[in-house]
Every structure is written in C-alpha cells, then in structure tokens.
C-alpha cells in the first residue's frame, strides 16, 4: 500500500515537474537579465549624477556624494532585510449549505491538484520523519 502511495506519489510529482521546470527556468533566466540591466541603468545614473555634481560641488564633492548615496541605499537594503513578517491567521465560519457545497468540490480539487497535493504530503511526512 505505502510502496504503491510512493509511486504514485513520485509519477505526479515527475509529470508536475517536467510540465514546471522549463517555464521556472526561462522566467529565472529573465529575471536574472531584467536585474542585469536594472544594475547596468543604475550604474549609468549613478554616472551621470556624478558628472553633474563635478562643475557644483567639485572633484572631491561629487564621489562623496555618490558614496553617500550608495551606503544609504546599502543601509535601507540591510534595514529591510532584518524586518520580520508577521503571519496572520483568518478564520471564517462556514454556512452550513456551503460546506455541503465544498465537500462535494472536494474530490474535483484533489483530482485537478493531486500533484501539489501529494508533493505537499510526502514533504510533510519525510519532514516528520526526518526529525524522530
């Protein structure tokens, strides 16, 4: 029984992830371009303020404006690094006649999401084993 929930278990989760890796892949691929060149943009302001700052504030000013600028931006990133999230958990009463409602969506859940599901389940089992 255990051997055959495993199978099935490893089946959903390879067709889950043969459906899921190359979208995951070309949107990582993407992102990691769009901070590339989000970096290359801030770079060429940065420059560009530096250049403007020159004829005001003079040659020695200007890199310390910038360097404040940037430690400034690197405090706020630190900042906000150590903000903790807080989880709230809602509860909400169910009419009667709508949990008669979602029994019978019940199985029509599971089946369209058997492969999060059971991912979720073998996770949380091979979680708990880990630990004894």
């Not at 060429?44 to 303020?49: H, Q, R, S, Y």
């Not at 690094?81 to 909400?92: D, E, F, L, N």
């Not at 169910?94 to 029509?108: L, T, Y």
């Not at 073998?122 to 880990?130: K, L, N, Q, V």
């Amino acid at each position: 029984m255990m051997r055959d929930l495993l199978r099935l278990l490893t089946v959903a989760v390879e067709q889950k992830l043969a459906h899921e890796i190359p979208h995951l892949v070309r949107r990582i691929m993407l992102r990691m371009v769009a901070a590339l060149f989000g970096l290359a943009a801030f770079a060429v302001l940065l420059n560009m303020l530096w250049i403007a700052l020159i004829p005001k504030v003079g040659p020695v000013g200007a890199p310390a404006i910038i360097a404040g600028v940037l430690a400034f931006i690197a405090a706020v990133c630190l900042a906000l690094s150590y903000r903790r999230r807080h989880v709230v958990v809602v509860t909400a009463s169910v009419p009667p006649h709508a949990a008669a409602h979602m029994a019978a969506d019940a199985a029509g859940v599971f089946r369209d999401h058997k492969a999060a599901i059971l991912t979720a389940l073998f996770t949380a089992a091979f979680e708990r084993g880990s630990r004894r």
